[in-house]
């Protein structure tokens, strides 16, 4: 049942994408090579549970939770480029400044990002005053306050000992913002009520230190060829990470605690959450 | 009078621009390094004035005329990067990279769109539908279709031989787009009628081809002092200009007859278009 789910969701994704209005020209190929790239869809699936979670149609936001994976992909491209983590492979393809030269790279994300509000602002959907909510979510979610700034604390970070609560603030930035405004998009824009709102953030905040304990966890323990990068490098940059900190044991207490923790979030629920709750397993349990 | 207008809206602009709320972290500071870093306003200017000419109170619309300025100024960071155009000075100051570093500068821009964005959506404003009309129509004017798609197509172009429609192209979507959006933004904002946002769209057109033409010309004829940047840098870099296409006696010509169709795009208004009449006189007639 969770993976058809899942599925259902991704099918969604996946059409919606193909179908908006990629032209031949240069900067759309870059931005539409990224975006295909796969990956999992985290952000906009988070989106679309939400808004079932809390009763609401998926198909009626689809749009603005798509917006959600062009600002993570944008974060990718420009986070891949030589000034930043100087990485050549995103998911066992090439990134795209290698394909397209960091210029177009640049401007690709650039793209993205002022894409994604196009979108959000979307007349189809019809609630200006939830939409206009939304917006201003998102933009916080994503920038100074967030996931921008968050990268700015990793980069300023970098071959420094970080603690704890210097690394948990980064990843609330980084990753943690974007995925809690996925959720909490969702359930605004089908109309749930601010209790449920509340309920989906505390969820997703959750989810999303689980999300980051867990990928350093496979940084160590993964394997290669699944994960589509090479395990340990995050180790061999010298980057402290939950693993580092709080050895492997520690590390998966933390993962646990924070499952859990999403898990209590969605008592108001009914079943209509029995997918996030899955979703907090399956990250829990993936392998890249 | 002109003078005084535009004072008072560059005051607006400025104490709005410092009283956000910049912190002493790092990409905060950054931010606001390129914000301050003078420049001529003509975006929120634009905008501002719109909002008078249709009868509005430019002081309800002040935040989102300020988000032009950030994505404006987000652009010149961007092209400003040694992947770009590599530029070591910006209006006489050395540019975001040079003092931050490549990675923050491309995140300072990066969040400076992103806070435009925060900013267009702020609830303050009290007019949802309106707002949302704007956000859709100022992501199209800066995004793939607009001003990075300009900016694209300048990547590709350099080095080639451009003919006068396509160097036209790429300025409308480079400068064209989040010109014109401006002054929509103002006249949207402020309650114009259809007819005016039309009229102030056209007058808005012709201004940005005026205002490039004027700086190709200005990089022949101009001092460098008075630019802030080495003139001749242009024609140095092999650039096609309208100076280059035309001659300056023939950009010259073409300069007057933009003015021309901004002045006759005024017509619908009453003396409340005044300062706006004055702007296109003064791009004529600038030095810097």
Same sequence: chains 1, 2.
């Avoid at 420009?78 to 400044?97: C, E, F, T, V």
């Avoid at 603690?163 to 969702?186: P, Q, W």
């Avoid at 109309?191 to 999300?211: M, N, R, V």
């Avoid at 969605?266 to 993936?286: C, G, H, V, W």
Wanted: charged share 20%.
């Amino acid at each position: 049942m969770f993976k058809e789910t899942f599925q259902r969701y991704i099918s969604m994704i996946e059409q919606f994408l193909a179908q908006l209005p990629w032209d031949k020209e240069l900067l759309n190929q870059s931005m539409y090579y990224s975006l295909i790239g796969g990956g999992k869809r985290i952000r906009p699936v988070l989106a679309l549970a939400s808004a079932e979670a809390v009763g609401g149609d998926p198909q009626a936001i689809l749009s603005a939770a798509v917006s959600l994976e062009l600002i993570h992909t944008y974060s990718l491209i420009h986070d891949d480029l030589p000034a930043m983590d100087n990485d050549d492979y995103r998911r066992g393809r090439l990134s795209n400044h290698k394909v397209y030269g960091e210029a177009n790279a640049i401007l690709a994300g650039d793209a993205l990002l002022t894409y994604a509000f196009e979108l959000l602002a979307d007349p189809a959907v019809g609630q200006p005053e939830k939409q206009l909510r939304i917006i201003r979510e998102v933009a916080i979610a994503a920038g100074k306050d967030g996931m921008v700034g968050g990268q700015v604390a990793d980069v300023a970070g970098e071959g420094k000992t970080l603690n704890l609560s210097e690394i948990e603030a980064i990843h609330k930035g980084k990753t943690g913002a974007l995925l809690t405004v996925s959720a909490r998009l969702g359930g605004i824009l089908a109309g749930g009520t601010e209790l449920q709102i509340k309920a989906l953030s505390d969820y997703a905040q959750a989810l999303g230190l689980a999300f980051q304990i867990k990928d350093d966890i496979l940084d160590v323990v993964g394997n290669s060829e699944i994960l589509g990068k090479p395990a340990g490098s995050d180790l061999r940059q010298g980057k402290a990470t939950y693993v580092s900190l709080l050895g492997l044991e520690g590390a998966e207490q933390q993962l646990k605690a924070q499952i859990q923790k999403a898990q209590s979030a969605l008592e108001p629920f009914n079943e209509d959450a029995t997918f996030l709750s899955e979703l907090a397993y399956f990250i829990e349990q993936r392998q890249h």
